[in-house]
């Protein structure tokens, strides 16, 4: 019996923890990068979809992906590193310091990959 109510405290913890890193998106991320279908006439930065449809087309694994890349760049993001051509229309994204921390980034990051990543070829040039 302990051991059920210990799962279930850690299940709810996962999501829990989950739902932060959701929150921390959509307060700190999702401002330039759209959730929903992209204007273009006012988009200052790709859709998050976009966003995560060229990480995994150039990444071998997530660890090259959200350790060496995403946790990165974010916070010291440079233009010969983007890896979005969306570089070309919008410009380098604005270093995130100040308005995400570390241990916050890898949070959104683990979330960005396992919600943000099932985008086919087809649906990426369709938008
Ligand atoms: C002020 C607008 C703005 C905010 C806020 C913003 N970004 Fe960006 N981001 C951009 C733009 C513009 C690009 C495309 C150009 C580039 O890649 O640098 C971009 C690109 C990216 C990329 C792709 C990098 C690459 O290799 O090309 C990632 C990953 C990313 N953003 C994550 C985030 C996360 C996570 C947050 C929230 C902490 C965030 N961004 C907040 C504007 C923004």
């Known amino acids: 019996m302990k051991k059920i109510i210990i799962s279930i405290f850690a299940f709810m913890a996962i999501l829990s923890a989950n739902d932060s890193a959701k929150e921390i998106f959509m307060n700190k991320c999702a401002v330039c990068h759209t959730m929903g279908k992209p204007n273009h ?10 966003v995560m449809f060229h990480m995994n087309e150039h990444f071998a694994n997530d660890k090259e992906m959200i350790q060496d890349h995403i946790n990165d760049f974010v916070l ?3 233009k010969d590193r983007a ?3 969306s570089v070309r229309r919008f410009g380098v994204m604005p270093s995130q310091k100040g308005n995400i921390t570390k241990e916050e980034l890898a ?4 979330w960005m990959t396992e919600h943000l990543g099932a ?7 369709k938008k």
């Open 76 to 78: 010291n993001p440079s």
């Open 107 to 110: 949070k959104v990051a683990v």
């Open 83 to 85: 890896i979005c051509k």
């Open 119 to 125: 985008m086919t070829p087809k649906e990426h040039n």
């Open 41 to 50: 006439q006012t988009a200052v930065a790709p859709p998050a979809r976009g």
